[in-house]
């Protein structure tokens, strides 16, 4: 499988004319493509533009309503649930965090837990949100089973993601990680290689470690059985039931706190709705003490990180958020790799829509 680097503004102004034509009007088309494409400016390929055509295909399939709009079921003044009402993932994700900043600055803290959504991208893009507002960002997401539990064998809890970012020099502090070992869209893209999975990311339907992306891509949707391990493996010994218990977690700050479904009822095939769940949290820090004195620790903590003796053969340690600035930086320079799949993928899309995709699909020669 080979790629294709493509300029940045080109794919932009691609996908806000197709998320138009889904039915979106311009300012929700820009606000799903920004979304979709900091994926892959930092350098995430499996959250990007790659996921163009499961959108469409959740659009047409009815699991995604494009003029949904979103309901507050509960509120008070430092917390709220809100209903996506099948919506597009990433409105009413955007939407739950702008409402958990603006009680954040009245108050100090504001949480909002949806229900009823759908895939809402990368973690991080929300967690932003709040910390570009001055403010600590946490974003959370249930999604689609896919993890099996430490000694299982049936998927029973999705990749689920934390994402925490905090306002710190010269690099925003930004974590943002799924609480399985590789997430189902980086299985997308090994089969989108033809590539084998390396051992240790999954099971198959016996409970045995597999490299076959089939037996996550086809076996776990149809609860055939099998699923990707969680953060540290299948073994206590290797801490896999942390990772299981973080993946627990999560479903608890998103599904069970808000009434929504957990992860073994959000489903991968399209059947019965999406009803993927969110948890979107902003913290004015300054409830802790002066802000600037806190950003001030944090950057010389994280720059200590950074310096501090480096192992045998290591170059360079990196803290959360520093390799995502510098592949941002490179990609809107040099442009953003696409592999074959995705842009056959966008073409078949574009020719639907009687759209030329030589007019956006930009190439960067090498």
């Known amino acids: 499988m080979t790629y294709s680097k493509v300029k940045y503004e080109g794919l932009k102004k691609?996908?806000?004319?197709?998320?138009?034509?889904?039915?979106?009007?311009?300012?929700?088309?820009?606000?799903?493509?920004?979304?979709?494409?900091?994926?892959?400016?930092?350098?995430?390929?499996?959250?990007?533009?790659?996921?163009?055509?499961?959108?469409?295909?959740?659009?047409?399939?009815?699991?995604i309503i494009v003029d949904s709009s979103p309901k507050i079921i509960k509120e008070t003044p430092i917390s709220a649930v809100i209903d996506g009402q099948a919506g597009m993932g990433q409105l009413t994700g955007k939407r739950a965090m702008n409402l958990a900043i603006e009680k954040a600055k009245a108050s100090g803290i504001g949480m909002v837990s949806v229900r009823n959504s759908n895939h809402y991208g990368i973690a991080g893009y929300y967690a932003k949100m709040a910390e570009e507002s001055g403010l600590m960002g946490i974003s959370m997401t249930n999604s689609p089973a896919v993890i099996v539990p430490t000694f299982g064998k049936e998927a029973m809890l999705g990749t689920n993601p934390i994402a925490i970012s905090i306002p710190a020099e010269p690099y925003p502090f930004l974590m943002d990680m799924a609480t399985s070992v590789v997430t189902r869209g980086k299985i997308e893209v090994y089969n989108k290689k033809h590539e084998p999975l390396p051992l240790g990311l999954a099971l198959n339907k016996d409970g045995e470690e597999t490299t076959d992306p089939y037996d996550i891509l086809y076996n776990v949707p149809r609860k055939l059985g099998g699923g990707l391990l969680p953060l540290g493996g299948s073994k206590e010994l290797t801490g896999g039931h942390k990772g299981y218990g973080f993946a627990l977690a999560v479903e608890i700050f998103t599904a069970i706190l808000s009434g929504g479904s957990t992860g073994n009822y959000v489903h991968l095939d399209g059947s019965g709705g999406s009803g993927t769940c969110h948890f979107l949290c902003a913290v004015d820090y300054g409830i802790f003490g002066d802000k600037k004195s806190i950003e001030s620790?944090?950057?010389?903590?994280?720059?200590?990180?950074r310096s501090s003796k480096k192992a045998k053969g290591a170059v360079r340690i990196y803290t959360h958020g520093e390799k995502e600035v510098e592949s941002y930086n490179d990609k809107i320079k040099n442009g953003i790799p696409i592999n074959d799949a995705t842009l056959h993928e966008i073409d078949d899309i574009c020719q639907f829509f009687h759209i030329n995709s030589n007019d956006y699909i930009i190439k960067v020669k090498s």
């Open 14 to 63: 691609l996908c806000h004319i197709v998320f138009e034509k889904f039915g979106f009007n311009p300012e929700d088309s820009k606000t799903i493509t920004d979304v979709l494409l900091l994926s892959d400016l930092y350098g995430i390929e499996s959250h990007g533009i790659q996921r163009l055509v499961k959108y469409y295909s959740e659009i047409k399939q009815g699991l």
């Open 297 to 305: 620790r944090l950057s010389k903590y994280l720059d200590e990180l």
